[in-house]
């Protein structure tokens, strides 16, 4: 099992995929913002350097956004992903991003484990395929989405998404408000081995809401999701972003 070695491969899923596309300076009316960041990653297992970039595809059709983590002593890459939405609407009203594919890939001593998504969206089903050397993570599986309409966002681009429908802007003018939303875990099957209270499931239910604004003037949001709460702090100006995981003693921010 690899368990014992996922300390840092899934706090980073779970911190670097949902850095914020408000780390660019720029602002589309779309929203559609173009990036490439530069990150620092702590947590209990040390420190570590992480890419993010994202903007439209080749075909001008989809979000994509991808990240790389490497050590900072070797440059070798440890982790990486990559993840692409298509710009929608819900109901057609409210602005979204429908999670469209995405591939997870991490390194445990020197063996590749990966994982890839695309939704078919006629029957409402997320497939996963799995390559790995264990037997349990092999494979093809699918999986209903949970009923009802509303927002489904990849973990890998959780802000970008909300960030997409304009709620953070409007709580963020408001001082005030909460939104409800599904999770797709990019990293399926691995995120489940290494955390409680995360189901075995790629799907989870979150809230996002303004929290308040700190003694540095930061905007902070927090999210709930599988008992736990990640806190996205930003600037007035979206300029930069920090991701805060008290219970895992995490932090991610600019270098």
């Not at 304009?166 to 599904?182: D, V």
């Not at 806190?231 to 100006?237: M, T």
């Amino acid at each position: 099992m690899i368990k014992k070695n996922l300390n840092f491969f899934i706090l980073s899923l779970l911190t670097i995929l949902s850095f914020v596309s408000c780390a660019s300076r720029s602002s589309s009316k779309n929203s559609l913002l173009k990036y490439s960041v530069q990150m620092k990653l702590d947590d209990k297992s040390g420190s570590f350097d992480l890419i993010r970039e994202s903007g439209l595809a080749k075909n001008a059709k989809s979000v994509v956004s991808k990240y790389k983590v490497t050590s900072p002593e070797s440059n070798k890459v440890l982790e990486q992903a990559i993840a692409f939405s298509t710009p929608g609407f819900l109901k057609k009203k409210i602005k979204l991003l429908r999670p469209d594919r995405s591939q997870y890939k991490v390194w445990f001593d020197g063996k590749l484990y990966q994982s890839e998504t695309y939704v078919d969206a006629k029957n409402r089903k997320l497939v996963i395929k799995m390559k790995s050397p264990e037997k349990q993570w092999q494979g093809t599986k699918k999986f209903t989405f949970p009923g009802g309409n509303g927002v489904f966002c990849y973990f890998s681009q959780i802000v970008d998404c909300i960030h997409f429908t304009g709620f953070i802007q409007k709580a963020i003018k408001a001082k005030a408000g909460k939104m409800k939303f599904h999770v797709i875990w990019d990293g399926y099957p691995f995120i489940a081995e290494q955390y409680l209270n995360i189901n075995d499931e790629p799907f989870a239910a979150a809230k996002i809401e303004y929290d308040g604004q700190t003694r540095e003037g930061e905007q902070r949001f927090s999210m709930n999701i599988s008992g736990s709460v990640i806190f996205y702090l930003f600037s007035e100006k979206y300029e930069y972003a920090k991701v805060l995981w008290p219970a895992q003693g995490f932090s991610l921010y600019h270098k």
